[in-house]
Structures are given as C-alpha cells and as structure tokens.
C-alpha cells in the first residue's frame, strides 16, 4: 500500500514504524503536522490508500478523513480519549494498559477502533514506556489493523464503534500540565512522588521548586534514605536526593525556568550549583560506566541519559576501557544501555555551554579519543553490543568493535546530515569503507532495523531480544576460546597508525567547519532539536511526495 505517515515528528515509535512498514513492502511517505492546508496539500501529492498517524497533536482535517482512511494510533486503552493518555496511567497508577488503533473522525479520539494491544505498565518514566512497551504494542496494533484493511475497502468487515468494544473502561481526561498533580513533599511517599515525575518525563516535566527556583523534573528513582519529609538530604553525582514520608528519591535532571540554560535539560547540579554544597552521599543510584568479568571476557557497560555521550563522559569511559585492556582477558566488549547504545555527542551540553562551537570541539575530540582507544586494541577481540537504539556517532562509536552485535528490534540511524549537514568522525572513513562500499546509509538519512543492517553489512549479526546479553556473552567466549583468535590479533597488531591519523585529521577539518564555518546550519539544527522547536517543514528525504 502507499501510507502517508502524518506525525508531529519523526520520534522514536514513528522510526520503528517506518522500519516495519517498509520492510513489509509498503511505500511510505512522511509529513509533519504543521497545519491543514500542509496535510491537505500532502494527500494529493501522494496520493496515498491510507493515512496512518503515530503521533499526533490536534485533529486530521475532515476533508482528509471523509475523503479516504485514516487511522490514529492513541497511547491508551479503548474509550480512553484525551492528550494526556500515558501521563494520566502513570499518575494513576494504572497496570493494565495498551495502545488503540482509531479511525479519524469528527471527534479527537472517539472513532472505531480497528485493533488494539495490551501491554503491563511497569514502574517506569513516561519517555522510557514509549520508547519500549508502547513501541512495540503500535507494531502489533498497527500490524493487526492493517491486515484488515483489504477486507473493510471490500465491505467485508467493519472497525467497532468505542461504546461496542468488548470491556471497555477507558475515559476522557484533559491534558495534564505540568503544574497538574504537584508534589506534596510533606505528604507524598516515594512511589507517589516517582508517579508524578515518571508522568512528565520527558515532556513537560513536572514543576516543583528548589533553593527558590522553578524547575522542571526528570530522571527520578528510588534512594535508600530516610529524613524529614521534603528535606534535601544531600547529592549523589550530579543528582538531588530528597525525602519523602517514607523513603527519599534521586532526581538526575532538571530544566531551569530561566537564566542561561533555560529549557534545557541539564543534569541538576548544572542548573543548581549549590546542590553541590550539600553532604555527598556514597551511593549512586545510576553508575553509568562500570565493568564486569566473565572468564575471558571483559564487559565495558555504559548507560547514560538519552545515550548522549559529554566531554567527561567520553574521556571516563576511554580510560575505563583502557583499564579493562590491562585484565588478563581475551575478548572486550562495549555494552550500552537498554535502550541506548549511543547517539553520539552531547547536544544539551553543547547548547548550554558559553561557547557551542567549543564545546562541539572538545566534545568530538573525545569522542575521537574513546574511539582511537578501541581501534588501537590489538591484543584484544573487541564487540560492541547493542542492547537499545544507536544514532549518528553512536553507530559509528560501534563500528570501531571487531564485532557488532545488536539485539533484534534495534533502530539505527547511521547518519549525521539531519544534525545541520554535519561531517561527523568517529573513524567513520576508516570503518565503514571495510564493511560496505556504498555510503548511501549517509546521504539517506532515514532509519533501518538491525535484521536490514546485517542484510547489507553494517553489522555482524541480530541476536535475539531474549537474554540478549547472555547470548553476548556466550559468543563472546566462543570468540575468546576461538582457534583463529591469535590470528585474529596478529591481523589487527598491523594497524596502519598513520592512515588511521589521516582519517581522523581530515573528519576533523570537516567538523571544524561545521562548527567554526560561516555555515551556521549545525548551530541552528541543534538548537531547534534542543529546545523542541515546532517543526516549519518536513524534509525532503522523508517527504518523497515533495
């Protein structure tokens, strides 16, 4: 079929749909939701069978959805209605829960429903419960609806009006602010206050107010502590921890209501200096780089907020990797987070620094740095491990491994141009010309799914999404225990240093341009994308209807 995706912006869930879609041979086209006319103009471009839209913020016009089908994809279960489904379950505590398939019509949220899927709604932030469970209960619903399809253009078969579904429970509930639902620290025990952060993670974040200031929350989970309830009990890393009636919780990031870097999502101790003068706590909920060994292998693990990787972050986890080369272990493996491998440098780090371009500089060069560390092992096999999505240089942070292995399901986007047209480094002129020719993946910009990043090379292998790192493991040793492993070394001690350097230096002429240049592309890219900046168009390498 030819689908016109119609979405806010090209998310997440929107990329792992579009992964779906293509590879079961449909032929999408992509247009943001700017206004009617723009939707309106879209369709007759197109021409498409059928508008599907993930992620939406206001209503299909009616001269869209009385003119052919189109189907809402809401993040709730059937009657649910309203802007806010995934905020309120969260708040409320909701277990059961799951994602419809509408069709439009005249009322937001209240056509027939064309198919759905449940999911358990886990203790977990908002933005973590989209990027998984809801992702992949929009596959299974949308996947459903459109087997469908076929027969309703047949009249062979009807959608189910809301009232008509089988249990339905849902209800119709506002949009949830983020000044709704304060918390009440004098009152509220632990899993309250993580409902109400969890509920505005990531956006809008939820209000409150520390040392007189407005900020907005993120990142909060559970700390072993006890105080007077709302007491500020002290900072662990660059978090917050503060008690509740019946425990206490660390807060990692916050957005400042003004000053320098206000709207952007910083870790808290960087919006609020002074919660680095209160006691150091010895207990970190959240160690985004240790190690671990098994045998002969050696297992770098580093899970950082939204996989974005700043100057320090980099340079500690180059010297964990270059202290785990000195264990006497025969295979190194890089493992990233659950739903991050990596995506590259630190863009809210950049845009709140004094100087951008600077920062972009520093940040590169170490990013450049951890990555010469992994190339520059030779005594060692190396495998990068993806458990979660990888973006940009985070792609190309993997490809610097002997191996690649990514757990089935993973969404990568090897490519650097919708970041304002930038070079990009990482090695990516060393690696990625030993495991395909054609750089198309770049000038593409779109996403692919590991099953198609094996087919064409980029990776060695999709492993499947159950026990994933016990399979890393288990290969791991098999690499290790591996009669070719000596030669295998040998081949990598003949690194040529001064092609590598060569490599490096002309990536970095490139990026230095992006960053220095009269071009001021990058700058304004990464400010839009930090600041959440509504989108004026949808680019042409999605909409393929323009």
Known sequence: MRILLLCHSFNSLTQHLFIKLAAAGHTLSVEYDINDRITEEAVALFGPDLVLAPFLKRAIPGTVWQRLPCLIVHPGIPGDRGPSALDWA???GEVDWGVTVLQATATMDAGPIWATAAFTLRTASKSSLY??????ATVQAVTKALACFADHQAGRWQPTAQAAWPGVRGTTRPALRSADAPIDWAHDDTA?????????DGTPGRLDTLFDEPVRLYNAQPYPAIGTPGALLGHAADGLVRATTDGAVWIGHAKASHGPSAGIKRPLAQHLPAVLDLPALDTTPVDPIHYTEHGAVGVIHFEVYNGALDTKTCLRLRDAW????????????????????CNGLDLNAI????SPADASWANINAMDDLCLAILQTTD??????????????????????????????????????NMGNLYGSEYWTWTLPQRMADRTL??????????????LGLIDAELASENFMNTV??????????????ARCAQKASLDEEALASCRAAELTAMQCNFYGFDASYHVARARFVHKTPQAWTPRHLAIHR
């Open 322 to 341: 270059l202290a785990a080369c000195q264990r006497p272990t025969r295979v190194l493996v890089l493992a990233g987070g659950s739903e991050f491998f």
């Open 473 to 486: 493991l288990q290969r791991a040793q098999a690499m290790a225990n591996s009669d070719e492993f000596a």
């Open 380 to 417: 060692h096999l190396t495998v990068a491990a993806l458990q979660g999505n990888a973006g940009a240089g985070g792609v190309f942070l993997a490809l610097t491994c002997d191996a690649v292995w990514a757990r089935a399901g993973v969404a990568l986007n090897p490519h650097y141009k």
């Open 131 to 136: 990027r998984r469970e809801v992702t992949e």
């Open 351 to 354: 845009e709140a620094a004094a």
């Open 442 to 455: 770049l000038e593409r910009r779109l996403p692919i799914g590991s099953d198609e990043a094996v087919r």
């Open 90 to 92: 969260i708040l409320q």
């Open 192 to 200: 309250t206050v993580l409902r109400k952060i969890h509920s505005g």
